[in-house]
C-alpha cells in the first residue's frame, strides 16, 4: 500500500454514460497525475496538478475528459459519454514537489491500485 | 512513438540468476525511473537515476544511465519468484515538465 487510495476500484459502464473516478493522494504531496494503462502497455500520461491548478493535459486527454482538483488534495476524474475505447485501468499517482534547483526534476512518483473501466 | 522502450519484452529465467533489462529512450532527460507492477496492481517506484548519475544501486538493484547512448538498464540480481512482475522505465523529458513517458514494459518471470 502507497498510501493512495483510488475508488472505485472496478467499473463496468453501458457505453454513452458518464463516469467519475476519484483519487485520494499522500496528504503532504501537492502533485497528482492521471494516467491509462492497456493490456500490455505502459501507462500514457493525461493529466497532472500541482496543488489545485491542471498545468499540463495530454493530447490523448479528449473533451470528453475531465478533471479537477478542487482543493488541492483529492482530485477526480470524469468521462463523459463513455466509449469501447476507454476501456482501460486508469491510474492517479502522486508526488512530493521538485528537489529545489533542480530544474525540470520530477521526484519519485507513488501510485494508486487504480481503477478498471469496463465499457459495455 | 513512445520516449522510452524496454528490451527484451519478455524475459523469463531460473529462480538465483540475475535479470537485465534495458530501456532507450530519444530526447534529453532529466531523470530517468525504473517502475515494477504486478498483476493487475499499481506501480511501485524502484529507483531513479539523475542525468549526472551514471550508476546506482538499490538493494539487489543496480541501475545505469548513459545518457550519450540515450539508454539504461536495470540489473537484478539474485532473482526471486517474487520479482515476477513488469518492469517499466520512465522518461521526462527535458523542458516539458511533469509529462512523464513510460516505456512498454518488460514482462519478467522468475521460475522458482
Known amino acids: 500500500d502507497t498510501g493512495v487510495s483510488q475508488d472505485p476500484r472496478h467499473k463496468i459502464t453501458k457505453r454513452g454514460q458518464n463516469v467519475t473516478f476519484r483519487c485520494d493522494p499522500i496528504?503532504?504531496?501537492?502533485?497528482l497525475y492521471w494516467y491509462r494503462q492497456t493490456l500490455g502497455q505502459g501507462p500514457e500520461f493525461l493529466t497532472y496538478?500541482?496543488?489545485?491548478?491542471?498545468?499540463?493535459k495530454s493530447r490523448l486527454l479528449s473533451d470528453r475528459f475531465s478533471a479537477e482538483r478542487p482543493k488541492g488534495s483529492f482530485s477526480t476524474l470524469e468521462i463523459q459519454r463513455t466509449e469501447q475505447g476507454d476501456s482501460a485501468m486508469y491510474l492517479c499517482?502522486?508526488?512530493?514537489?521538485?528537489?529545489?534547483?533542480?530544474?525540470?526534476?520530477?521526484?519519485?512518483?507513488?501510485f494508486g491500485p487504480g481503477t478498471r473501466l469496463t465499457v459495455t | 512513438s513512445q520516449q522510452g522502450e524496454e528490451d527484451p519484452q519478455a524475459l523469463s529465467i531460473q529462480e538465483g540468476e540475475n535479470a537485465t533489462m534495458n530501456c532507450s529512450y530519444k530526447?534529453?532527460?532529466?531523470?530517468l525511473q525504473w517502475y515494477r507492477q504486478n498483476s493487475g496492481r499499481g506501480l511501485v517506484h524502484l529507483i531513479l537515476?539523475?542525468?549526472?548519475?551514471r550508476e546506482k544501486h538499490s538493494g539487489r538493484l543496480r541501475v545505469t544511465l548513459d545518457t550519450s547512448k540515450k539508454s539504461s538498464s536495470l540489473l537484478i540480481t539474485a532473482s526471486r519468484a517474487a520479482d515476477t512482475a513488469s518492469y517499466f522505465c520512465?522518461?521526462?523529458?527535458?523542458?516539458?515538465?511533469?509529462?512523464?513517458?513510460f516505456g512498454p514494459g518488460t514482462r519478467l518471470s522468475v521460475l522458482p
Open positions: 499517482a502522486s508526488s512530493l514537489p521538485p528537489w529545489v534547483g533542480y530544474r525540470g526534476a520530477g521526484d519519485e512518483q507513488y
Open positions: 496528504s503532504e504531496h501537492n502533485r
Open positions: 496538478f500541482q496543488n489545485e491548478a491542471q498545468l499540463e
Open positions: 530526447t534529453s532527460i532529466n531523470n
Open positions: 537515476i539523475r542525468s549526472n548519475e
Open positions: 520512465a522518461t521526462d523529458r527535458d523542458n516539458y515538465g511533469q509529462n512523464f513517458v
